[in-house]
């Protein structure tokens, strides 16, 4: 490859990122505006809206996330150094990294496993739900979910991100990174795959049992 096809590359490179830059503040904008009409709303001050609050909350940060990701080959200017003073290069490289894009992708995912709970609850169970399940045990459990994403991010990005000269390093083939990639992919298989899976058979089961019952009353 020469000279010329690299350049036209990186500024096709940095042309997709632009695009993608502004798909990703899109994404910011409209995902604002849900929490906003969720607050703005009375009738939205539930249970089922606050965790669909906490969801649009965190899909905002992970689109500001990629944003700053696709941001970066343009800040550094084809030299793929870090700009700024230490502090903001580490700050940028954490941001740029997987970790904080799985990270948030994976609370994403946490917090929709804890939606479909919610809603099997409310149909399958809604006496039970209606005296046990308040506001603060949403609160509580959507806090637990958000503080396992972070501490999942923190010491991921603490053994696995290394800034040398301005240059972003990533070594993902550690042992804590890999226990706690193995951890992930247990986390998505178990709880975000299956779980929600099984609540929202439960919930389908529910709605033809009643269908059903209906019919044989008329």
Request: net charge positive; charged share 10%.
């Amino acid at each position: 490859m020469n000279v010329t096809q690299e350049i036209e590359l990186q500024f096709l490179s940095i042309a997709i990122s632009k695009a993608m830059i502004f798909v990703c503040l899109f994404g910011v904008v409209s995902n604002f505006a849900i929490l906003l009409v969720i607050i703005a709303t009375k009738t939205m001050r539930n249970n089922h809206y606050f965790l669909i609050g906490n969801l649009a909350f965190n899909d905002c940060l992970l689109s500001f996330i990629m944003s700053i990701t696709l941001l970066t080959p343009i800040l550094t200017t084809f030299t793929g150094k870090v700009p700024g003073p230490p502090v903001i290069g580490r700050i940028l490289c954490s941001l740029k990294s997987q970790n904080a894009v799985f990270s948030t992708i994976t609370n994403s995912a946490l917090i929709i496993t804890l939606i479909a709970v919610e809603r099997c609850l409310a149909v399958v169970f809604p006496i039970f739900y209606q005296q046990h399940v308040t506001k603060r045990i949403c609160f509580k459990v959507s806090g637990i979910l958000w503080l396992y994403s972070c501490t999942l991010f923190i010491i991921k990005d603490y053994f696995s991100i290394k800034v040398e000269n301005k240059f972003c390093s990533q070594d993902y083939t550690n042992a804590i990174s890999v226990f706690f990639g193995t951890v992930n992919v247990i986390d998505y298989i178990i709880v975000q795959l299956l779980i929600p899976i099984f609540c929202y058979c439960c919930i389908a089961w529910k709605i033809s049992l009643k269908i059903s019952k209906s019919g044989k009353a008329n």
